[in-house]
């Protein structure tokens, strides 16, 4: 009987045992960035420049913006990078607000080797700041670019992070220039 006990246990113990542990598990995780900046102006003149999902033009990396769908919800924009022949992202628009002055989209299409990033979502947005001025905050969230374990050093996650980073940095400081005036 004893016998029979143990092993009824172990029907349920040994299948435990082979599923590795949380510190043998690899892969990606999920990242994020959130970077703000303040800048000496209305939150609706802010909005005026970046509120528009189709004129990404206030980004300097941003050579070029077309698309269809204005601010609807499934609207479409491919920003081409850099000049008249550099390589594009694809985005789509899955969330606007006029009255939160924010907007959320994700990426469709891009390769690796410009943004070293998969599966990106994004969120801009324009909230009243100090002094009547605007604190606008640009967060994301991502994975790495080589979704298996042992990524290559250019898309691992560090790349990413630094990549996403590089790239709301560029914005943001471009909007405080334009704001502040500097």
Do not use: C
């Not at 990606?28 to 528009?52: C, E, F, H, M, Y």
């Not at 990396?61 to 204005?70: D, K, L």
């Not at 959320?104 to 700041?129: A, F, M, Q, W």
């Not at 670019?145 to 290559?152: L, R, S, T, V």
């Amino acid at each position: 009987m004893l016998m029979r006990l143990f092993a009824a246990i172990a029907v349920f113990l040994v299948p435990l045992l082979l599923v590795p542990t949380t510190s043998e598990a690899h892969g990606p995780t999920r990242q994020k960035v959130t970077l703000t900046t303040s800048v000496p102006a209305a939150p609706a003149d802010v909005w005026a420049v970046i509120g528009n999902f189709q004129d990404m033009s206030w980004h300097p990396a941003v050579f070029s913006s077309t698309g269809e769908g204005g601010n609807a919800i499934d609207a479409t924009r491919v920003l081409t990078l850099g000049e008249a022949s550099g390589p594009t992202i694809s985005e789509v628009l899955y969330k606007f607000s006029d009255e939160k002055m924010s907007y959320s989209y994700r990426i469709t299409d891009v390769k690796v080797e410009v943004l070293p990033v998969t599966n990106y979502s994004s969120h801009l947005t324009v909230k009243p700041g100090k002094d009547g001025g605007s604190l606008i905050e640009w967060r994301g969230a991502f994975y790495r670019g080589y979704p298996n374990n042992d990524p290559p050093e250019n898309l691992n996650d560090e790349a990413a992070i630094a990549a996403v980073s590089g790239v709301y940095k560029a914005g943001l400081d471009a909007l405080n220039e334009r704001f502040s005036g500097n």
